[in-house]
């Protein structure tokens, strides 16, 4: 056993460099081949940020599928209507000709940004076909109705927690420019129970965990030992001929999602993490991670896998659908134009009790 001195830290020093190292666009060209079809959009302009920034569910002009939902002029029945004062109007021509390029080229796209997908909107469409946009408007409302891509939008959100940098986020020490990026990746239906997340410290495969990694459930399957060897064989192989030693800007240490083929033998990439409190261990807590790190300097070991291994198991037990403090009705984006907040939530209410 390593002495206290020399004993790694629980988590590898974060500075800016470390986390930029994690958006798409540095990543995925050097492992584009192992990894799904994308396209990445850079820069975005200030203007889109600011649309993603804003109150409210809308879409650009020019985006929608169906015809805009306009305010009242001053010439039509406003007797029950007090004036709105204009909200700002957005438009992304360009954008949404390379959006319907890569829909043309891949059939259908699901969005991301530098870091993070709109699962947590994922309701907004049918439930066969999760993220799957096939036109600008269906991209839009992803990434609008969506909480998780606020961490993604400005630099104080993305280098929190950095060496360096003032718990506000404002610098101390020069740190490289961030530019907002849209990702479109090939759509295709993913059997999420075969989505496993795999943890690298010290260039060193620590564990595996092998359940959807936002919407935990059983399945029978994983418990079968024969399985769970296949799959960290299959694991091991690919990370050693793949991902091994090509990590030079991480130090070797990382997080993968991993998504494995049917017949559980190979598979391909679905992203990068940082090795931070930021990303979820999932099954695993850092500090059994870290032990797991600690075990290895002093003997060989293999990598450990974690399942939901019953329908007792604590994960388990959310019959609740995932995300469900972000869902509320599809017909939300027609009543929510124009409104702020409280106005909008005022008439989501009353719509809700003349249904009743």
């Given at each position: 056993?390593?002495?206290?001195v020399?004993?790694?830290?629980?988590?590898?020093?974060?500075?800016?460099?470390?986390?930029?190292?994690?958006?798409f666009?540095?990543?995925?060209?050097k492992?584009?081949?192992i990894?799904?079809?994308?396209t990445?959009?850079?820069?975005?302009?200030?203007?889109?940020?600011?649309?993603l920034?804003?109150d409210?569910?809308?879409?650009?002009?020019?985006?929608?599928?169906v015809?805009v939902?306009?305010?009242?002029?001053?010439?039509?029945?406003?007797d029950?209507?007090?004036?709105?004062?204009?909200?700002?109007?957005?438009?992304f021509?360009?954008?949404?000709?390379?959006?319907r390029?890569?829909?043309?080229?891949?059939?259908?796209?699901?969005?991301?940004?530098n870091?993070?997908?709109?699962?947590?909107a994922?309701?907004?469409?049918?439930?066969?076909?999760?993220?799957?946009?096939?036109?600008?408007?269906?991209?839009?409302?992803?990434?609008?109705?969506?909480?998780?891509?606020?961490?993604?939008?400005?630099?104080?959100?993305?280098?929190e927690?950095?060496?360096?940098?003032?718990?506000?986020?404002e610098?101390?020490?020069?740190?490289?420019?961030y530019?907002?990026?849209l990702i479109l990746r090939?759509?295709y239906?993913v059997?999420?129970?075969?989505e496993i997340?795999?943890?690298v410290?010290?260039?060193?495969?620590?564990?595996a965990n092998g359940?959807?990694?936002?919407?935990?459930?059983?399945?029978d399957?994983?418990?079968?030992?024969?399985?769970?060897?296949?799959?960290?064989?299959a694991?091991?192989?690919?990370?050693?001929?793949?991902?091994?030693?090509?990590?030079?800007?991480?130090?070797?240490d990382y997080?993968?999602?991993?998504?494995?083929?049917?017949?559980?033998?190979r598979?391909?990439?679905?992203?990068?993490n940082?090795y931070?409190?930021?990303?979820?261990?999932?099954?695993?807590t850092?500090?059994?991670?870290?032990?797991?790190?600690?075990?290895?300097?002093?003997?060989?070991?293999e990598?450990?896998?974690r399942?939901?291994?019953s329908?007792d198991?604590?994960?388990?037990?959310r019959?609740?659908?995932?995300?469900?403090?972000n869902?509320v009705?599809?017909?939300?984006l027609?009543?929510?134009?124009?409104r702020?907040?409280?106005?909008?939530?005022n008439?989501?209410?009353?719509?809700?009790?003349?249904?009743?």
């Amino acid at each position: 056993m390593p002495s206290a001195v020399n004993k790694p830290a629980l988590f590898p020093s974060l500075s800016p460099e470390y986390v930029l190292a994690f958006q798409f666009s540095s990543w995925y060209p050097k492992f584009s081949g192992i990894s799904i079809k994308s396209t990445v959009i850079r820069p975005l302009s200030q203007e889109f940020q600011e649309y993603l920034d804003s109150d409210g569910v809308f879409l650009p002009d020019g985006a929608e599928d169906v015809p805009v939902v306009s305010e009242l002029s001053d010439n039509e029945d406003s007797d029950e209507e007090e004036s709105e004062p204009d909200r700002r109007h957005f438009a992304f021509p360009e954008l949404d000709a390379k959006i319907r390029e890569a829909v043309v080229q891949y059939g259908a796209v699901f969005p991301k940004l530098n870091f993070s997908s709109p699962r947590d909107a994922a309701w907004m469409l049918p439930a066969s076909s999760p993220l799957k946009c096939m036109s600008p408007a269906d991209v839009y409302l992803f990434l609008k109705s969506s909480d998780f891509i606020q961490h993604d939008i400005t630099s104080s959100h993305v280098f929190e927690g950095c060496e360096g940098l003032s718990p506000l986020g404002e610098n101390t020490s020069p740190f490289p420019q961030y530019e907002l990026e849209l990702i479109l990746r090939k759509w295709y239906p993913v059997d999420r129970s075969r989505e496993i997340r795999c943890f690298v410290r010290q260039e060193r495969l620590l564990g595996a965990n092998g359940v959807s990694q936002r919407d935990p459930n059983y399945y029978d399957f994983w418990i079968e030992p024969g399985t769970q060897a296949k799959v960290l064989e299959a694991v091991q192989t690919f990370w050693k001929a793949k991902i091994k030693g090509r990590w030079e800007d991480s130090n070797g240490d990382y997080v993968f999602d991993f998504l494995l083929t049917r017949d559980l033998s190979r598979g391909h990439i679905l992203d990068f993490n940082p090795y931070a409190p930021r990303t979820d261990p999932l099954l695993f807590t850092y500090e059994e991670l870290h032990e797991l790190l600690l075990r290895g300097e002093s003997t060989t070991t293999e990598p450990e896998l974690r399942v939901v291994d019953s329908l007792d198991h604590p994960v388990a037990t959310r019959n609740a659908p995932a995300h469900q403090h972000n869902m509320v009705p599809l017909e939300a984006l027609t009543m929510s134009s124009g409104r702020d907040v409280q106005e909008f939530a005022n008439l989501l209410q009353e719509e809700i009790q003349n249904a009743m």
